[in-house]
């Protein structure tokens, strides 16, 4: 930690690199009601570019997320095969996961949200709303959301991606023979005609693991497309799949798992419209699906005993609409959604919600910013509740804006939560109610062509909080309503994007958190499974220097949660290209730093790969 408080003393330009300021700048935030220019937002939102995800070394969504300030990502299987999200310190049942607005969110368990059927070489840009967002996307995002953008080119062309990775470790004992390793490979294929623009992508994944019984497999499929009808009127489809296999050691109830393999299958669909039925008038119709398949093994070469299956089945409508005033915005909508599960161990399951929201956003006031509203909600288990929220912000001087947000929200319990039945690991608790947050949030943000810096604090108490515990190894875990979960939270940001010459550029990226957590109401004999790993410090830091056709990035994240030891893991690239392709090798932990983020994962010390990419165009 002394190490990277002095580089922040010395490099105070280090941070949110605003590498085409102007671009982000005009990028419009859906958000599904209002929609907003990015650089018109009240809220905290962060974005990352397909262009900053190209030069990062990553393979995965999941790896993307880890370079976003707030966003604590704990994998436990690399290579993007399992991951849990959470944002400012909540747990990762209370962040909220979207593609293209669509909420895939997993009912049975967030264990499986981040089971995207998304290639990274498919991926416009992806938007993180920090703070409570039920008014902008109704329940389960307490904490925020993450919103996943696919592209909608202009341009027909073929964008294919390979990389094939090794540790040069030796497999483990009764793993197999060989070296540790694997390969990927990506493909998008943007179709553009006159009236529609179609987008396919396909993805595939083998890795042998990289310790035993760790192994990951999936391939994935993805299609969106858009057909303007006529001026006014546009369709939208979008579909995708993925089939996810993976040896799951030490994942939920180690050590006794260590025969463990798991197999998740999603589907993905919605299909969409909008009019523009008026000047000032806009009218957004959607209906969606999303299927979930999920067989737990816990003794892979004996089917015969602790297999669980799951099978969930969500439906969703929502109609979303805009009318444009002289005095300012507005939105109106209503969603209804059904909620199925079958399951082996959870049982047969249904549960229905239905909301309704009003949104009202203006700058009749000069240099004021305002956006207010509220989320109406029905649950057939939990009732009727109201999320009131304000965003403010002013901008008072050229260069200068301040902001203030004030919201509620609240995160349902899942399934897994309330009925599951594992033991002598894991059992629910039906009397579960309904977590409940309010969250007040103040920030200042500096801005200047390429050099931005941005600061803020936050208060959230959550009432109701939900926590997995047990007071002896002799009994399950068993999730159970505590009293409020209060927590501060600080944050700051500085980056700039220098141009040194004709040939060469330099950008450099830092940002810092802390996190702090009030007392709860434990006893002394009581352990938790999620809160001790909540995160207290997080710094990030990326260097990308560019010479003619060579790229070369460092990213690194230094990393502490409660009552765990820190770790440093630092990723650096090399890159050569040119207009339509590029080579490239990575190494992955390059200090070899043995560090585990959840359960009892250790995730791969230093990993070698390389790769390249290639655009056809058509």
């Known amino acids: 930690m002394k190490q990277f408080l002095y580089a922040l003393t010395l490099f105070p330009a280090l941070a949110f690199a605003q590498q085409d300021t102007m671009k982000l700048n005009e990028i419009v935030i859906s958000e599904n009601r209002l929609q907003t220019p990015f650089s018109k937002q009240a809220r905290n939102i962060q974005l990352i570019t397909k262009e900053q995800i190209a030069e990062m070394p990553v393979k995965s969504i999941n790896e993307v997320l880890s370079f976003i300030a707030g966003a604590d990502v704990r994998q ?13 310190g909540g747990s990762f049942e209370q962040t909220l996961i979207l593609l293209n607005g669509v909420k895939i969110s997993d009912v049975q368990t967030a264990h499986h949200s ?44 073929i964008d294919v991606n390979v990389q094939a990775g090794t540790s040069f470790e030796n497999k483990a004992a009764g793993d197999g023979s060989g070296k540790y390793g694997g390969a990927a490979a990506q493909i998008a294929i943007n179709m553009v005609g006159k009236n529609s623009q179609h987008l396919f992508g396909f993805g595939i994944t083998d890795y042998n693991g990289q310790r035993y019984n760790s192994s990951t497999y999936d391939h994935k499929f993805f299609y969106q497309g858009n057909v303007d009808l006529d001026e006014k009127n546009k369709l939208n489809l979008m579909g995708g799949y993925i ?9 939920y109830a180690a050590p006794g798992d260590k025969e463990a393999f798991e197999i998740v299958e999603t589907a993905l669909f919605a299909l969409g419209s909008s009019h523009q039925l008026s000047k000032n008038f806009s009218l957004r119709p959607r209906v969606s699906a999303r299927y979930n398949w999920d067989d737990y093994r816990y003794f892979r070469n004996d089917l015969s005993r602790a297999r669980s299956l799951h099978q969930t089945k969500v439906w969703s409508a929502e109609v979303n609409s805009t009318l444009h005033s002289s005095i300012g915005d507005f939105g109106f909508g209503l969603e209804s959604r059904s909620e199925d599960i079958e399951s082996s161990n959870i049982g047969d399951r249904e549960r229905y919600n239905h909301g309704v929201y009003a949104e009202y956003k203006t700058e009749a006031v000069r240099n004021l910013l305002l956006n207010i509203g509220t989320y109406v909600n029905y649950n057939t288990q939990y009732g009727w509740q109201a999320f009131p929220g304000l965003d403010a912000a002013y901008l008072f001087a050229p260069k200068w804006k301040l902001a203030f947000n004030v919201g509620s929200s609240q995160r ?11 033991r002598p690991g894991n059992i629910g608790n039906p009397n579960l109610t309904s977590e409940n947050a309010w969250q007040y949030e103040l920030s200042l943000q500096y801005k200047l062509e390429n050099f931005n810096v941005q600061g803020g604090y936050f208060y959230r108490n959550i009432s109701d909080f939900i926590d997995w515990v047990r007071n002896s190894t002799a009994v399950p ?34 940002s810092y958190n802390y996190l702090h957590a009030g007392e709860m109401s434990y006893a002394n004999n009581v352990t938790s499974k999620y809160v001790l790993e909540n995160l207290k410090h997080q710094a990030l830091g990326r260097l990308i220097y560019k010479y003619t056709n060579w790229q070369f990035t460092v990213g690194a994240r230094w990393i502490e949660r409660e009552l765990k030891n820190p770790y440093l893991i630092t990723d650096v690239r090399l890159l050569y290209g040119k207009q339509n392709w590029n080579v ?8 070899n730093k043995e560090y585990i983020e959840v359960a009892a994962v250790p995730l791969p010390k230093r990993w070698f790969a390389i790769g390249a990419n290639y655009r056809f165009a058509l």
Request: charged fraction near 15%; proline fraction near 5%; charge should be neutral.
């Open 76 to 88: 436990r299987g690399p290579f993007g095969t399992q991951a849990d999200i959470s944002i400012d």
């Open 412 to 422: 349902i319990p899942s399934f897994t939560d309330l009925y599951l039945n594992q």
């Open 114 to 157: 981040m089971n995207i059927p998304v290639p990274l070489s498919a991926i416009e840009r992806i938007e993180v709303l920090k703070g409570p967002a039920a008014r902008v996307y109704g329940i389960n995002a307490l904490t925020g959301a993450i919103n996943i953008v696919t592209k909608n080119s202009k341009q027909s062309a």
């Open 477 to 510: 875990y068993q999730p159970q309503n505590f009293g409020n979960n209060k927590i501060q939270g600080l944050n700051i940001s500085v980056g700039q994007s220098l141009s040194l010459n004709s040939k060469s550029s330099l950008n450099y990226q830092l």
């Open 243 to 251: 089939d996810n296999a993976f040896g799951a050691s030490g994942y």
């Open 584 to 591: 490239y090798a990575d190494v992955t932990n390059l200090l």
